[in-house]
């Protein structure tokens, strides 16, 4: 039961803690952790995404890999609670959602402002 990858992921997450999680596959962030940490250092750029609360994870895998056309190391998931809101004096409920950071393979990028 395969679904059109376009129907998995829902949006790209942009943070600041996801901006720095993408700089880590960069040769300048590789130069700092040589220097920090040592050689044999392997770092790779991560992505996160909002998909569907049903996606698996290899149906994230296929899917980042089929729209953006790069190899995917590995998808870890986590299931996320909605936030209480007031609206006025009422207590209100934002829905569920389901989180997916993809680790992408060694000098793989991907360009999430490529149109703008």
Same mark, same amino acid.
């Given at each position: 039961m395969s679904r059109p990858a +376009?129907?998995?992921l829902i949006r790209p997450l942009i943070? $600041? *803690?996801t901006s720095a999680l993408q700089m880590e596959g960069t040769d300048i962030e590789s !130069?700092?952790?040589e220097r920090v940490r040592g050689r044999g250092v $392997?770092? !790779?750029a991560k992505f996160s995404f909002e998909v569907v609360p049903d996606a698996t994870k290899i149906e994230? !895998? +296929?899917a980042v890999e089929q729209l953006f056309?790069? *190899?995917v190391a590995s998808v870890r998931t986590m299931n996320m !609670?909605? *936030?209480k809101r007031r609206m006025g004096r009422h207590l209100g409920r934002k829905p +569920?959602? *389901?989180k997916a950071v993809v680790e992408l393979g060694e000098g793989e990028m991907i360009d999430l402002f490529e149109e703008v």
């Open positions: +376009h129907q998995i943070t $600041e *803690k !130069r700092y952790l $392997e770092a !790779r994230i !895998r +296929h056309e790069v *190899k !609670r909605g *936030k +569920h959602w *389901k």
